[in-house]
C-alpha cells in the first residue's frame, strides 16, 4: 500500500518538466497524472507569460493553479482567473527598459497577455522565442522605454534576449545597480530578466502552500536555472535536475536525473508516495 508523502510538488517547465525539445515524456505525464488521481497537489512554475503557459498546464491535465512570469501572477487553470495580479508600474519598467537600452541590449517586456519587444520582427532568434513560447511579439516604434511610460503600461516583467557570452556580465551589472529594489534572475543561459522584488518562485510556493494549508516541510520543488533557487530554498525538499546550472545544484538537497531523461517522473516517485 502506498501513501502520499509530499502534498505539494512544484516544478519549472522549461528545462525542467519538458525536454530540450519541448515535449512532455510520456512517463512524466503519466507520473504527474497518477499524482494528481491519487490526491497530490501538482503544479507549474515559470517565468512565462501566463498566456504562454496556460495551454501547456492544460494540455497536461492539470487542475489547480499555475504561476506564470517568475510568481508575479498566480491564475486558476481552468478559468485563467488571477488569484494574484502583481506587476511593476509603467514607471519602474520603463526604468529597467532604460538600463537594458543604455547596454545596447535588446529589450523585452511582459505585460500581461502582450509581449513587447524592440527585437525586429524578422529577427530569427526572436522567431525561435516567439515558437517556443507561443506567443507572438508587438514591435513597438519607439524604444520601449518610452513606450511604456507614454502609455501607461504595467507590466509583469522586463528582461534582455542576449547572447550567452553576454549574459553574465549583463545579469552582474543588473544585479549590482538593480538588485536592491527589483528581482534579478535568469531563467536560460540568454535570458536577463527583472521582475517586482519580493515575486519570487519562492514566495509563490509559500502561498500556494499556506492556501492549500499544507506544511512547507512536505513540499518538493524542482528546478533548473538561477530563477529557481528561491523556490528549491523554500521547499521542504529542493531539487536540481541533472541538467540544471551548478548554481542551483550547489543549493538542492538531491539531483535528479535531465529533464530529458524524466527527471520530474524521478522525484515524483522518489518523495511524492511513502510505503507503509
Same mark, same amino acid.
Given at each position: 500500500?502506498?501513501?502520499?508523502?509530499?502534498?505539494?510538488?512544484?516544478?519549472?517547465?522549461?528545462?525542467?518538466?519538458?525536454?530540450?525539445?519541448?515535449?512532455?515524456?510520456?512517463?512524466?505525464?503519466?507520473?504527474?497524472?497518477?499524482?494528481?488521481?491519487?490526491?497530490?497537489?501538482?503544479?507549474?512554475?515559470?517565468?512565462?507569460?501566463?498566456?504562454?503557459?496556460?495551454?501547456?498546464?492544460?494540455?497536461?491535465?492539470?487542475?489547480?493553479?499555475?504561476?506564470?512570469?517568475?510568481?508575479?501572477?498566480?491564475?486558476? &487553470?481552468?478559468?485563467?482567473?488571477? &488569484?494574484?495580479?502583481?506587476?511593476?508600474?509603467?514607471?519602474?519598467?520603463?526604468?529597467?527598459?532604460?538600463?537594458?537600452?543604455?547596454?545596447?541590449?535588446?529589450?523585452?517586456?511582459?505585460?500581461?497577455?502582450?509581449?513587447?519587444?524592440?527585437?525586429?520582427?524578422?529577427?530569427?532568434?526572436?522567431? &525561435?522565442?516567439?515558437? $517556443?513560447?507561443?506567443?507572438?511579439?508587438?514591435?513597438?516604434?519607439?524604444?520601449?522605454?518610452?513606450?511604456?511610460?507614454?502609455?501607461?503600461?504595467?507590466?509583469?516583467? $522586463?528582461?534582455?534576449?542576449?547572447?550567452?557570452?553576454?549574459?553574465?556580465?549583463?545579469?552582474?551589472?543588473?544585479?549590482?545597480?538593480?538588485?536592491?529594489?527589483?528581482? $534579478?534572475?535568469?531563467?536560460?543561459?540568454?535570458?536577463?530578466?527583472?521582475?517586482?522584488?519580493?515575486?519570487?518562485?519562492?514566495?509563490?510556493?509559500?502561498?500556494?502552500?499556506?492556501?492549500?494549508?499544507?506544511? &512547507?516541510?512536505?513540499? $518538493?520543488?524542482?528546478?533548473?536555472?538561477?530563477?529557481?533557487?528561491?523556490?528549491?530554498?523554500?521547499?521542504?525538499?529542493?531539487?536540481?535536475?541533472?541538467?540544471?546550472?551548478?548554481?542551483?545544484?550547489?543549493?538542492?538537497?538531491?539531483?535528479?536525473?535531465?529533464?530529458?531523461?524524466?527527471?520530474?517522473?524521478?522525484?515524483?516517485?522518489?518523495?511524492?508516495?511513502?510505503?507503509?
Amino acid at each position: 500500500m502506498t501513501q502520499l508523502n509530499a502534498k505539494l510538488i512544484v516544478s519549472d517547465f522549461d528545462g525542467t518538466l519538458i525536454t530540450s525539445d519541448q515535449k512532455v515524456l510520456p512517463e512524466v505525464r503519466e507520473a504527474i497524472s497518477r499524482y494528481v488521481s491519487d490526491g497530490g497537489i501538482f503544479a507549474v512554475c515559470t517565468g512565462r507569460i501566463l498566456a504562454s503557459i496556460l495551454p501547456r498546464v492544460r494540455a497536461l491535465g492539470l487542475r489547480g493553479l499555475v504561476i506564470a512570469c517568475q510568481g508575479t501572477v498566480i491564475a486558476d &487553470i481552468q478559468t485563467g482567473e488571477y &488569484i494574484r495580479h502583481g506587476g511593476l508600474t509603467p514607471e519602474q519598467a520603463s526604468e529597467i527598459c532604460a538600463a537594458f537600452e543604455g547596454r545596447h541590449q535588446s529589450v523585452n517586456a511582459y505585460c500581461d497577455d502582450r509581449f513587447l519587444t524592440d527585437i525586429p520582427a524578422d529577427n530569427p532568434y526572436l522567431k &525561435i522565442y516567439e515558437a $517556443v513560447t507561443g506567443v507572438k511579439s508587438e514591435h513597438t516604434p519607439t524604444p520601449l522605454s518610452q513606450f511604456i511610460l507614454q502609455n501607461k503600461i504595467s507590466c509583469q516583467k $522586463v528582461a534582455s534576449l542576449c547572447t550567452a557570452e553576454d549574459r553574465p556580465a549583463l545579469y552582474k551589472y543588473m544585479k549590482d545597480n538593480f538588485a536592491h529594489k527589483y528581482d $534579478v534572475t535568469c531563467s536560460a543561459d540568454v535570458l536577463v530578466e527583472v521582475s517586482p522584488l519580493g515575486d519570487t518562485k519562492g514566495a509563490a510556493l509559500k502561498f500556494l502552500a499556506a492556501r492549500y494549508d499544507i506544511d &512547507i516541510a512536505d513540499t $518538493v520543488a524542482i528546478g533548473d536555472n538561477l530563477n529557481d533557487i528561491t523556490m528549491i530554498e523554500a521547499a521542504g525538499v529542493g531539487v536540481a535536475v541533472g541538467n540544471a546550472v551548478s548554481e542551483l545544484k550547489a543549493k538542492a538537497d538531491f539531483v535528479a536525473v535531465t529533464n530529458n531523461e524524466g527527471a520530474v517522473a524521478q522525484i515524483i516517485n522518489k518523495y511524492g508516495y511513502r510505503n507503509v
